[in-house]
């Protein structure tokens, strides 16, 4: 079936979205090939060249996608989880500091994937080149309808906790209220992303230094609390909170693992956007090793400020360990916790949906997906039709859903597919070979992050079995349902077709 363009009739000219035809070339309805260069990536494009988005993020952007989308709300609630997770002060930093290590390797190996495959789609274009088309369908399958949605909507939810609260005292905030302005910053977002990929990554670049500062005034008020000499919480860091908690089992570390990661979650998503980056072999793997370390160090840091004020007990009673940080630190200007909150939330989001737009464009370019969702606006030159299917699905999300549950399910699922990618890279070192690697880590990385991906995978699920890591298992294998049909035998019904590409 040829793919169409689909013009905007009233505007009279071509105002909406670009799409292949059949041999890959690209072209509005009735001007194949003419005056469109200016609008493709790279010098000398022809009227055959494959559509590619453009340019734009540089070393700053790069940075700024990452520690953006890294730094959402986790730092502000997960502290609570690691610590009741684990037991003990000491054992809950040295499982920050080693998801901020087990982020860095991954993200490392995931640089040399991406300057060997400069393709937007991340762990999707890796899986295709190592392991063909089921691997790469069953990936795009799960990160379009749960993954990239689930974390959309849950950093949504904790925005609209955070803005809610100051205005209700005391009380709990009301659900609906927070569902609301959920859903209110996911509709703001996605008109950001599609407007514009530089008012986008503006907005990105704007919120995580904002966001920054936050963390500064946060670190800050825990460094003047050393300096008054509060460290009593920190000087036995290895004894017991209680005896209920005093050792932690197997599945209570991947676990404790599974909430330190989900504040580090989106170490890889600048891989997502790699036909974006300018010269991607020096500043995919300069902006991971600038960023990554950056955020661990803000973590411990952080973690450190929260118990010079408060016992282990008040930590793990608290709702808001930042709000109530604030409330015992900054007297008058305690409101200021709630609104970084809320800007480093919006970042993250912002980061997010620009991520998750790439990769519905990169693998409905490939069939796995409706060809709608390789559209991109002729103008503008954004994938507004996979941001729009990202976005209704995680507003769905957000009506339906709550945050624990998300997070579990989002955590195992995610470090089965990041294990996958470690797999693909071991295995292109041996079927690629002589392909170009401008970056290339020890073979020793991958092998370990795949280990610990299965540790984390496994061990929750023999020790503590839960109803998410079972509903997960089996939406990954029902996308064998639509595979087979709809990819494999090409079959395609009325419906679909009209699904599919507009006439």
Same mark, same amino acid.
């Given at each position: ?270 891989? *997502? +956007? ?5 010269? $991607?072999?020096?500043? &995919?793997?300069?902006?991971?090793? @600038? !960023? /990554?370390? =950056? %955020? ?78 390789? *559209? +991109? ?5 954004? $994938?507004?039709?996979? &941001?729009?299917?990202?976005?209704? @699905? !995680? /507003?769905? =999300? %957000? ?105």
């Amino acid at each position: 079936m040829p793919r169409h363009v689909h013009q905007d009739a009233a505007a009279g000219n071509a105002t909406g979205t670009i799409q292949w035809n059949g041999n890959g070339s690209t072209y509005p309805q009735g001007t194949e090939g003419e005056g469109q260069e200016h609008m493709l990536e790279g010098q000398g494009a022809a009227k055959d060249d494959a559509l590619h988005l453009k340019r734009r993020l540089g070393l700053f952007s790069g940075v700024a996608l990452i520690v953006g989308t890294m730094i959402g709300s986790g730092i502000f609630v997960s502290p609570t989880g690691v610590l009741e997770r684990t037991g003990s002060v000491g054992v809950s930093f040295a499982i920050w500091i080693s998801c901020g290590v087990l982020s860095l390797l991954g993200a490392l190996a995931y640089a040399e994937l991406g300057t060997m495959n400069t393709s937007s789609g991340a762990e999707y274009a890796y899986f295709m080149d190592a392991f063909g088309p089921l691997p790469a369908f069953l990936f795009s399958w799960v990160s379009t309808l749960v993954l990239k949605p689930s974390q959309m909507a849950i950093i949504s939810l904790s925005f609209g906790r955070y803005v809610v609260e100051p205005f209700v005292g005391d009380c709990e905030p009301s659900g609906v209220a927070m569902k609301l302005v959920a859903v209110l910053i996911i509709l703001v977002i996605l008109v950001i992303n599609c407007y514009s990929v530089n008012l986008a990554t503006g907005v990105q670049n704007v919120f995580t230094a904002a966001k920054m500062v936050a963390i500064m005034i946060v670190i800050c008020g825990g460094m003047y609390q050393l300096q008054k000499g509060n460290t009593h919480h920190l000087q036995t860091p290895f004894e017991p909170i209680s005896q209920e908690r005093a050792s932690a089992s197997l599945a209570d570390i991947a676990t404790a693992f599974y909430t330190g990661l989900w504040a580090y979650d989106g170490w890889n998503n600048l891989n *997502y +956007v790699t036909e974006e980056i300018k010269n $991607p072999s020096r500043n &995919l793997p300069l902006s991971i090793i @600038i !960023a /990554i370390p =950056m %955020v661990t160090i803000c973590y411990v840091l952080i973690n450190v400020s929260y118990l010079t004020v408060m016992s282990p007990d008040a930590l793990l009673e608290s709702e808001a360990v930042a709000v109530t940080f604030g409330n015992l630190t900054l007297g008058v200007m305690a409101w200021l916790i709630p609104l970084s909150v809320a800007i480093s939330t919006f970042g993250s989001a912002n980061g997010t949906l620009f991520a998750a737009g790439r990769l519905c464009f990169a693998a409905s370019r490939e069939g796995h997906l409706m060809n709608i969702l390789s *559209y +991109v606006h002729i103008r503008r030159l954004t $994938p507004a039709p996979g &941001l729009i299917f990202h976005s209704l @699905i !995680a /507003i769905i =999300m %957000v009506v339906s859903g709550s945050i624990d549950s998300l997070i579990d399910f989002f955590s195992f699922t995610a470090w089965i597919f990041y294990g996958g990618a470690m797999l693909a890279l071991i295995v292109m070192r041996k079927t690629r070979r002589d392909a170009p690697r401008p970056y290339k880590v020890p073979i020793f990385v991958p092998f370990l992050v795949m280990f610990v991906s299965i540790y984390l995978v496994i061990a929750p699920m023999i020790d503590q079995p839960k109803l998410e890591y079972l509903y997960a298992l089996l939406f990954i294998i029902s996308g064998l349902l639509f595979y087979l049909p709809f990819v494999h035998l090409g079959y395609s019904s009325k419906i679909m077709g009209n699904c599919y590409a507009f006439e």
